[in-house]
C-alpha cells in the first residue's frame, strides 16, 4: 500500500508513479511525472513510446489500442520470462495513491494486483472508471502509431469519443440511449406500417368468407348441441348404470347374509347329522350284541325244550312200561322174545346210525360249530349291510353333490372366452362382427382359421397376462390367425365389403420356437419364459414368437430387478415382478442403452382362463369321482361278499337243520333203545310182577318226571322271559334304528336342501356379482366416454363445458333422442363446407384481433418511445451544441494564433432524430487562398494533419473535463519549424494554466529557445547497454557543463 497521499491540489486519477521491470526495452525502470505537461523526449528507440505502451496496458488497455505489437507475450523483454508494471495513481484528496500492479508472462498468462492484493481484471477496469480514465479513447490517449487515425476518423466516432473525454456527465450513455431509441422508432414504425397493410389485407378477406362462416359456424353449433346431447345421454345412461350399481350392491349383500345365514343353519345339521350317525353306529353294535345273546338263549331254550320232550318221552315211556309189564306180565315168554328183537333191531340200526351219522356228541359239537358260524355269518352280513348303507348315503348325499358343485365351478371357469368377446364387442366393433361371421361361414376356407388371439390365448397363471400385453400391441391381440394367405385374403375382402374397417389378420403356419432351458438364468431370478406362460394354437405361436420372440423374453423377479445390470447382453427384452427392459445396442457406435418402464395391468386378456385353478378343481373332481368310483366299487365287493354269506348262511342252515334232525334220530333211537331195555329187563325180571306196585311205581315215575318236566318248564319260563326282554331290547334297538335312519334320512335331506338352497343363493349372487362387475364395467366405460368428449370432466364436477347447455337439455331419455334426431335433420340442411375454410378464417381472425391489439399497444409504445427520445434529446443537444461551440471557439482561437483557420461544428447526415448520423467534422485551412476543407486522411499533408490533431487535442484540453491525464505520442513529427513551435508553445500555456489535466507528450527532440515554465516537466529517455543508473547521475555538474557550452 502506498505511503502518498493526495494533499488536496491533484486531481484523483493522475499518475504519481510509473516503474516498469522487464518490459520491452527497460529491465527496470520508475518514472515520477510532474502534475502538468511532461515532455519526454529522447532519441527514436530509445523506450519512449514504451512508457505509452506501459500505461495503456498496465491500466486495462489491450494491445491492439497501441497500435504495434498484438500479442501481450511480445512485450515481454528478450530473455526474460515475467514483466511487471507498477502504476501509482492519486486518489481523492487526503486518500492514499492506489497502486495498480499487472504481471504476465510468455505465455500470456496475467495477475492483477490493487495495492498488492490479488484481483480480477473486472475490479481493475471499475476502479479505473471510477477515475475517468478512458485508454483506448484516442482523444485521451493517442500513442505514436495511432496519430494518423484521428485524421481518419468518420465523423460519428470523433463525436463519441470527444463526448467521452469532455462531454456532460452521461452525455456518451444518453447518445447511445439516443440511437438505441431511434433504432427502435424507426423499426417500429416500419413494423406498424406492415402490420396495418396485412390487417387491412385479411379483413378484406374474411369479409369475403364472413356469410359461408356463419353457415358453417351455425353447423358448428348444432354440432356442438348434438355433442352435448350425446354427453347428456351418455350421462343419463351412466345414472342409470350407477343406480344398477347400487341396486346390485344392496342385491349382493343381501343374498350375502342370506348365506351367511345357511352357512349357520347348515353347521348344526352337519354336527346333528353327525351325531345321529354316531348313535345309529352305536345302537347297532348293540343290536348285533343283542342278536348274539339271543341265539344263546336260543340255544338254552331248544336244550330245555329237548329236555322237557325227553322228560315227556320219559313219561310216555314210564307208562308204557308200566303197561307192557302189565301186558307182558299177562304175555311175557312170547313179549319177551319180541321185545329182545326189537332192542336187536334197535342196537342194529344204532349201529347203523353211527356208521352214517357218526357219534352223537360229535354232532352236538358240529351243531354248535354251525350255529355259532351261523352267529357270526349273519353279524357280517349286517356289518357288510351297514357299510353299504353308509357307502351309498355317502355317494347320494355327499360326493354327487360335490361333483355337480365342482362341475358347475369349472364350467364357470372356462366360460372366459365368453366374457373376452363381450370385452371385444363393447372396444372392438369391427372385429367382434367378424367373429360371429367367421363362426357361420368356416366351411368358406381351405385350411384351420383362428379367431382373434386374445380369445385363443390363455395362462398358465392370470398374472402373466400383463406381460404379453405389454409386448404384443392391440392390434395383433385382435387379429385373426390364418394357416393360408389365399384364406387371409378373401377373408378381408368379404369383411372389407360388409363395411368392417377395423379387421386386422396375419398368416401364420407351423410350429412355433422352442425356448431355452431356464434354469440356466435360475441364478438371475428368472422363472420361465414368457411363451411357457401360454396355451394357444401353434400357429399363433409361431406368429408370436417369430414376430415379437417370446421365446426368448424371460420373466422374473425382485431379484432380477436388483440384479438387472447382470443380466446377459443377448438377452435384449425381460420382465421382473412390475418393470419390463428393454437393451438396445448401437450398430454404428456399439453403445448399449437401456429403458425402463413400469408394466401396467392387463386390459384385453384381463379375463384369461386361470388354468392353475382349473386344474386344481379337475384334480378334485377327479378325485371325488375317484372316491365315487372306488366306493361303488366297494358296493359290488360288498354285494358279492353278501351274495357269498347269505350263501353260507343257507348252507349253515341247511347243516343246522341236517345235524338236528340226524341228533333228533339219534336221540330217538336211544331213547327207544333205553325203553326197550327197560322193556325186556322188565320182563326178564317180571316174575315176581306186583300189580300194585306197578302202579304205585308207575305213579312215582310219572310224577318225577312230571316235576321235572315242572322244573324244566320253570326254567323254560326265565329263558323265555328272558328271551322275551332281549326279544324288546332288539326290538326297541330296532325302533331306534328305524327311527335314527328316519332321522338320517329327514336331516339329510334337510342337509340337501340347504346345501342346495346355499348353491342357488351363490349362484344368484355369483350372478349378481357378475352383474354388479358389468355395471361397474360399463359405467366406468360410460365415465370414460363422458371424459373423452367433455376436455376429461364430468357434469358434476366444476369447469365442466357447455355445463348450461348440457342442463338445459331434457333428462329423459326419449325426449333426448328425439331432440338429437331435430338437430341431426336442421344440420343436414346446412352446408358441411369446408373445415379449411373455417380454420382459415379463425386463425386470421385471430391474427385480425392480434394485430389489432398489437397496434393499439404499439401506437401508445410509439407515443412513449417518442416522448422519452424528446425528454433525453432535451436534455443532450443543447449541452451538446453549446460544447461544440466552446471547442470551435478555442480550435478557431488556436489556427488564428497560427495564422491558419479552423472550424469544429455538429453535423447531422439524416433527419434531425438521425442520432447515429451526428458527428464533429473538423475544417481546417492552412492557406489564404484556399477554402475550409474537412479534415481527412488523404486531404491534407501528414505535418498539417498532426497539427490539426494536436490543435483539437488542445482544445479539448484547454476546457474542464473529468478526465485525469492526456497522453501523446510524437505528434509533432512532420510538422515545420514554426508550426511546431506555435503548437508547443499553445500546448506549454494550456496545460500550466488553471487546473489542466496532466498532461504526457512524447517528442524526439525539443525546439531551443522554448518558453517553459516550473510546470512543465522534462524527462530524457536514454536507453543503451553502457547507460549508468539514474539515481547515479550528478544534475548540477550536468547544468554547468550545458551552460558552458551554450553559445553567447
Known sequence: MSEVINPGDIRAGCIYRISLRNFVTFRKVTLFPGKSLNLIIGPNGTGKSTLVAAIILGLGGSPKAIGREKRLEQ??????????????????????????????????????????????????????????IQVENLCQFLPQDKVHEFSAKQPPERLRDTLATVGAPGSVEQLKDLKALR???????????????????????????????????????????????????????YLELRDKVGEYDRDSKKQARRKNNFEKIIEPLKNDLENVKKEVNGLEQIKQAVNTEILAIQEQITETFDSIKNQAGQLELVKAASQKRKERYENRKQELIEERSKLDKLNMDKVSLREKLGDQNDLKEDLAKTQKQIGVTTAALQQFKYQKLNLKHEIDH?????????????????????????????????TYKAVMWLRQHLNLFEEEVHEPMMLKINFS???????????????????????????????????????????????????????????????????????????????????????????????????????????????????????????RVSSYSGIKSSSTREISSANLLANSLDAEQINSLRNQLAELQSTESMNRLSIDEINKKLDILENNLRELNGTREYIESCIDKITSNVRKINLQIEKVNDL?????????????????????????????????????????????????????????????????????????????????????????????????QKQIEIKQCCKNKLPNEPE???????????????????????????????????????????????????????????SRNTKELENKLRRIKAQWLPSLEKLIQNINAKFSEMFANLNCAGEVKLVKDGSEDDFDKYGIDVLVKFRAEEQLSRLTNYEQSGGERALTTAVYLMALQALTSDVPFRCVDEINQGMDAENERRMLEMLIEITTSGKASQYFLLTPKLLPNLRYNEKVTIHTVMNGKHIMDYKDWEYEKFLENARRYRPS
Not at 813 to 824: G, N
Open 800 to 858: 365442466f363445458p357447455n355445463k348450461e347447455m348440457f342442463d338445459a337439455l331434457p333428462s329423459e331419455q326419449q325426449a333426448l333422442d328425439t331432440l338429437c334426431c331435430e338437430l341431426r335433420t336442421r344440420m343436414g340442411l346446412l352446408d358441411a363446407g369446408d373445415e379449411q375454410v373455417i380454420k382459415q378464417y379463425e386463425e386470421q381472425e385471430k391474427q385480425i384481433n392480434k394485430l389489432q391489439t398489437t397496434l393499439k399497444n404499439s
Open 75 to 132: 512485450f515481454v523483454k528478450t530473455g526474460t520470462s515475467e514483466a511487471k508494471i507498477d502504476i501509482e495513481l492519486y486518489q481523492k484528496p487526503q486518500q492514499r495513491n492506489v497502486i495498480i500492479t499487472m504481471t504476465f508472462n510468455k505465455k500470456s498468462s496475467i495477475t492483477w494486483y490493487i495495492d498488492n492484493k490479488t484481483v480480477d481484471k473486472k475490479r481493475v477496469l471499475e476502479l479505473i472508471e471510477n477515475l475517468h
Open 398 to 430: 355327499n360326493i354327487t353333490p360335490q361333483i355337480r358343485q365342482y362341475q358347475e365351478r369349472i364350467r364357470k371357469l372356462e366360460d372366459v372366452n365368453e366374457e373376452r368377446l363381450r370385452i371385444l364387442e363393447r372396444s372392438k366393433p369391427d
Open 684 to 780: 326178564t325180571n317180571d316174575c315176581t310182577f306186583d300189580l300194585e306196585d306197578e302202579i304205585v311205581m308207575c305213579k312215582l315215575k310219572c310224577k318225577d318226571c312230571a316235576l321235572k318236566q315242572c322244573r324244566l318248564h320253570q326254567e323254560l319260563c326265565g329263558i323265555m322271559k328272558a328271551m322275551q326282554k332281549k326279544i324288546m331290547k332288539k326290538e326297541l334297538c330296532s325302533v331306534k334304528l328305524n327311527i335314527s335312519r328316519e332321522a338320517i334320512l329327514d336331516r339329510d335331506a334337510q342337509l340337501r336342501e340347504r346345501l342346495k338352497e346355499s348353491r342357488e343363493i351363490e349362484e344368484v349372487l355369483q350372478r349378481i356379482q357378475n352383474l354388479l362387475d358389468a355395471a361397474k364395467s360399463s359405467a366406468k
Open 183 to 237: 433504432a427502435e422508432q424507426k423499426e417500429l414504425g416500419t413494423w406498424l406500417h406492415n402490420n396495418q397493410k396485412e390487417l387491412q389485407e385479411l379483413e378484406r378477406r374474411n369479409n369475403t368468407l364472413k356469410k359461408d362462416i356463419e353457415v358453417m359456424k351455425e353447423r358448428k353449433k348444432i354440432e356442438k348441441e348434438i355433442e352435448v346431447c350425446e354427453a347428456k345421454k351418455l350421462w343419463l345412461e
Open 461 to 583: 397363471d392370470p398374472k402373466y397376462a400383463r406381460y404379453l400385453e405389454s409386448t404384443v400391441p392391440a392390434r395383433d391381440l385382435i387379429a385373426f390367425t390364418f394357416e393360408s394367405t389365399s384364406d387371409m385374403n378373401q377373408f378381408l375382402k368379404i369383411v372389407r365389403s360388409q363395411d368392417l374397417r377395423l379387421v386386422n389378420a396375419v398368416q401364420s403356419k407351423g410350429l412355433p420356437e422352442k425356448s431355452d432351458d431356464i434354469r440356466r438364468l435360475s441364478y438371475l431370478g428368472f422363472q420361465t419364459y414368457l411363451v411357457d406362460t401360454i396355451t394357444a394354437p401353434d400357429a399363433i405361436l409361431r406368429f408370436l414368437c417369430k414376430q415379437y420372440k417370446i421365446h426368448k423374453i424371460p420373466i422374473g423377479n425382485q431379484h432380477t430387478y436388483d440384479n438387472s445390470d447382470r443380466v446377459p447382453p443377448n438377452i435384449t427384452k425381460f420382465f421382473t415382478e412390475n418393470h419390463l427392459f428393454t437393451i
